[in-house]
Structure formats: C-alpha cells, structure tokens
C-alpha cells in the first residue's frame, strides 16, 4: 500500500489549494480515507474525512473551507481547500485502513504566508 501526497506549496492567505493522494494497494472507494495536518510544534490533527459511501466530515476549524473528494477511476483523493489562513500552515498526510492497518503517505507541506 502507498499514499503519494502532491499539491502543497507556498500561497498567499486568502488562496487557495488543492491535495492529490494517489492510492495504490488499496481501494479509495472501498475504505475510509482521511486528511490530517500537524503543524510545527503541534500534534498531527483531523482535517477531513470521506467514508466508503461518500459522506463527508471535515473539523470545525476548517469547516466551509475545505472540502475532501475522491475520485474513483484515478483512485485518488482530494483536499480542496479555499480561504486559506496562516493557521492553516502544516504539513498535510493523507490517511487510509485497509482492514486494521494503518497507511500514511509521506506529507505535502502546506505554507500560507504574505
């Protein structure tokens, strides 16, 4: 199993970004995937979260923001994420199971600063 992150970079507050996490070894639309950020000196926090039907849920702190996706013919899962803030700033790691295992890609960093 392997989680490719893409897609982070430096924006400008107010900006906007999406993440890409490549799948393989496992099934995006037959397993829950996840975005999580941890942010430097910080523990590693839920982002977002999209089921195996398709239901959504992102924190509150990013809530009306952020919106996580997927894409089932590229098996990859998105993370939209609009008005950023310099809170914002973090690496991102996309997250799945397959049964009881944990996968974790290996993180995109995401810098929003003027």
């Known amino acids: 199993v392997q989680l490719v992150e893409s897609g982070g970079g430096l924006v400008q507050p107010g900006g906007s970004l999406r993440l890409s996490c490549a799948a393989s070894g496992i099934i995006a639309s037959r397993n829950a995937m996840y975005w999580y950020r941890q942010a430097p000196g910080k523990q590693r926090e839920f982002v977002a979260a999209?089921?195996?039907?398709?239901?959504?849920n992102v924190a509150d702190s990013v809530k009306g923001r952020f919106t996580i996706s997927r894409d089932n013919a590229e098996n990859t899962v998105y993370l939209q994420m609009n008005n950023l803030k310099p809170e914002d700033t973090a690496v991102y790691y996309c997250n799945g199971f397959q049964g009881a295992t944990a996968y974790w890609g290996q993180g995109t960093q995401v810098t929003v600063s003027s």
């Open positions: 999209l089921s195996r039907g398709g239901t959504t």
